[in-house]
């Protein structure tokens, strides 16, 4: 499964994931009401779109339950509602995600400084519905925009657009996690680092004789050049 990140206004969004071949679109906006106590998880999808609620109810309910607020579930919107062009307008599955309230200073808080949670909950929801090579299209909502429409206000300060491009950055990161290769760890013929690196693995025996070993070919290599 792979994660790519979709930026700018609604058309070239929505083109650009058609011509990507995306299996799913998320849409991640964070909800808001003049009501400061409400707060709670909803998705939103096409009337027509079963496949897409099957997924939607998924994600809804493993956020509610990782946040502890109530879950309104999946509602599908008919034409003419607002939202309804956008769940409509590409060719795969696609879910407005709706984790929570901003407007709430506890679902602020969450888009401040608990977004793993918000991550976790589309993580799992994905590793169950979502073959192996597909491609997941994230778009966060506001983020980037031509008009300048960051979204709703959060509470305390800071806006959605900000919050939705930091959950899709981070679902990035957690997602397309680079490979690392344990060759990379003796590659760097500083000292210093070498140190440091000796200081870190402390009593590691097998990594520090391993660091001896190069420093040991470096030295007979020098004393071969200026002998
Ligand atoms: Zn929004």
Redesign the pocket.
């Known amino acids: 499964m792979q994660i790519k990140l979709y930026y700018g206004d609604f058309d070239s969004v929505t083109q650009q994931i058609s011509n990507d071949n995306a299996a799913i679109r998320i849409d991640i906006?964070?909800n808001a009401s003049e009501n400061i106590e409400d707060n709670y998880s909803m998705c939103l999808v096409r009337d027509t779109a079963e496949y897409s609620q099957h997924i939607a109810d998924t994600l809804v309910f493993e956020t509610a339950n990782k946040l502890g607020i109530e879950n309104r579930g999946t509602v599908k919107l008919s034409r003419g509602e607002r939202g309804h062009i956008l769940v409509r307008s590409t060719k795969c599955p696609t879910i407005l995600y709706e984790p929570c309230f901003v407007s709430n200073p506890d679902g602020a808080n969450v888009a401040k400084n608990h977004r793993n949670l918000l991550s976790d909950a589309l993580i799992a929801t994905l590793k169950k519905h979502m073959a192996d090579g597909s491609l997941v299209a994230i778009v966060p909502?506001?983020a980037h925009k031509q008009t300048n429409d960051m979204?709703?206000n959060v509470h305390g300060g800071g806006s959605?657009g900000q919050y939705?491009e930091l959950l899709a950055k981070e679902l990035e990161t957690k997602i397309n996690e680079p490979v690392v290769h344990t060759k990379e760890m003796i590659q760097v013929p500083d000292i210093r680092f070498t140190l440091n690196k000796m200081k870190q693995v402390g009593t590691d025996s097998f990594v520090i004789t391993h660091w001896l070993l190069v420093w040991f070919v470096v030295l007979i290599i020098l004393r071969k050049i200026y002998r």
Do not use: D, P, Q
Request: hydrophobic share 25%; glycine share 24%.
């Open positions: 906006h964070f909502g506001h979204g709703a959605e939705t």
